[in-house]
């Protein structure tokens, strides 16, 4: 009890001193997820909108397909990733492994069925007449499509939260395509990994108290963006 009250005094030092290797790694994390979070959400939407309005050939298959793809662990996102830029792999020339440009990739496949079944379930919800009386009222394509979005707006935010829920806090893709290196790669469920296995508590239990901390505002906001959505 006194190691751990201990590394526990330690931790609540490290976030109010402004340590820099702590901070540095929760930049890491929330750059990377953040980046990798607006990359997948616009093509995600739009798949989403096809989805839910067009009907084509094939269509069904391909919903399940994103639906069944949410349940893909992160650590085989990450052999994946990982096969494909190595040395050996078809795009290992583009000396992407062990960046952060890797890591964003990796988050980039693991949010996007996410995005896009979540994005599909709350264009489903919503009247298709929406779609069509636009579309009879004259306008464009794409001016309907952005007016029904606009009318699931509370839906698709919530969809951005779980997935940036979702690419924070994986660990299986983060560190086998980025490495962990110090200053470069490393983020928060990384750097608790390391830690802990070295026996270094402190550091651990200041990251997760920010990854904690992460989760309750996340919830929060899912809750506040869902409220509002029953109200409009």
Excluded at 63 to 74: D, T
Excluded at 214 to 221: H, S
């Amino acid at each position: 009890m006194e190691s751990l009250s201990g590394a526990s005094r330690e931790a609540f030092y490290l976030l109010l001193s402004g340590d820099p290797e702590l901070w540095t790694v929760v930049g890491i994390s929330f750059s990377v997820s953040l980046r990798a979070i607006l990359i997948a959400a616009p093509l995600a939407i739009v798949v989403a909108f096809v989805l839910a309005h067009a009907r084509f050939p094939g269509r069904r298959p391909m919903l399940s397909a994103f639906n069944a793809l949410q349940a893909v662990p992160a650590v085989v996102v990450g052999l994946t990733v990982y096969l494909l830029l190595s040395r050996s792999g078809p795009f290992g020339n583009l000396r992407l492994l062990f960046t952060q440009n890797a890591m964003i990739l990796g988050q980039v496949l693991l949010c996007f069925p996410l995005l896009v079944a979540l994005s599909h379930a709350a264009l489903q919800a919503l009247d298709r007449r929406a779609w069509e009386t636009a579309r009879t009222l004259g306008a464009p394509p794409w001016r309907a499509m952005l007016t029904t979005m606009h009318e699931v707006r509370f839906g698709l935010l919530a969809a951005l939260i779980a997935g940036f829920g979702r690419i924070i806090a994986e660990v299986g893709s983060s560190l086998m395509v980025g490495g962990n290196i110090l200053g470069a790669t490393r983020n928060i469920p990384t750097a608790i990994a390391l830690e802990t296995s070295k026996g270094e508590y402190a550091q651990g239990i200041a990251l997760g108290a920010v990854l904690l901390a992460l989760a309750l505002a996340l919830n929060m906001a899912l809750g506040m963006v869902q409220g509002r959505g029953e109200m409009a």
